[in-house]
């Protein structure tokens, strides 16, 4: 038999014999992560959630898909869309701020809920003595207009996904009557506000990233230990101080993580 006749006859039996190259390599189960927040779009937050993910393999359209769900403030879609999720089946739902993992615990015991926030909630806010009892923008005027009425000197915004969703009201209402306002998030400072003082946002969603990356690598979500807030950064925006009329001490700015001129 000639060299040539051998050779066909051997990949012959090769292709009429070997598996189809779909039965040899199944493609893998791309990953469903549901992303739930009472916030109307995505934070600035998401980003470093997402980097972290890239970091350790899972990359969006490739080995990971989101569902996206946005209730806007309103309360009741939140329960809406977490139960969606629950329908859509997702592997894992992470929890943005506003109440989103208290309805997404109410949708599933199934599903893990992964959550950045930090534990204690602020379910109501407190600007001065004016307390919001809703998350509407006539909640939001009453509030403001309370701080003006009792003729307060200082404005300090609590926690809460309203005020971040609206914090260029807040900001241009504490520079327009010359108040020194301090902020639970340094993205108020970088859009004017005077002062912050809180947990780096960006640490802890990465930090998230790590959670959602061993649920779904098979770690039982009761296995995994909670944490808290390790680091605290304090931002200062001396720009905004000159500009209301404040003089910061050269102490307290001794003791800024940051500070914008």
């Known amino acids: 038999m000639s060299g040539k006749i051998l050779v066909w006859l051997l990949t012959t039996l090769l ?3 070997a598996p189809p190259a779909a039965a040899q390599q199944p493609a893998k189960k ?3 992560i549901g992303y739930l927040s009472a916030q109307s779009g995505p934070p600035v937050t998401l980003v470093a959630f997402k980097e972290g993910l890239g970091k350790l393999g899972w990359v969006e359209g490739k080995q990971i898909e989101f569902e ?3 209730a806007g403030g309103q309360r009741d879609k939140l329960s809406e869309f977490a139960t969606e999720l629950v329908r859509l089946k997702v592997d894992v739902i992470v929890a943005g701020p506003g109440g989103a993992a208290r309805a997404a615990k109410g949708a599933t015991t199934t599903i893990p809920i992964v959550e950045a926030e930090r534990a ?3 379910l109501g806010a407190t600007i001065q003595f004016a307390e919001m009892q809703g998350s509407t923008e006539k909640d939001l005027g009453d509030a403001l207009g309370t701080v003006v009425d009792k003729r307060a000197n200082a404005l300090l915004v609590a926690p809460h996904p309203f005020f971040l969703d609206r914090r260029q009201r807040v900001i241009t209402f504490a520079a327009r009557n ?3 306002a301090i902020y639970f998030s340094s993205t108020f400072v970088d859009d004017g506000g005077l002062m912050s003082y809180g947990d780096n946002a960006q640490d802890r969603w990465r930090r998230a990233a790590t959670y959602v990356d061993k649920i779904l690598k098979g770690t039982k979500p009761a296995d995994l230990p909670v944490e808290q807030p390790m680091k605290f950064e304090f931002v200062v925006n001396l ?6 009329g404040v003089t910061i001490p050269q102490s307290v700015l001794y003791r800024a993580d940051r500070v914008i001129n």
């Open 15 to 17: 292709l009429t014999t």
């Open 30 to 32: 791309m990953a469903r």
């Open 68 to 70: 996206y769900r946005y």
């Open 120 to 122: 204690a909630k602020v």
């Open 178 to 180: 010359k108040l020194p």
């Open 239 to 244: 720009k905004t101080a000159k500009e209301i």
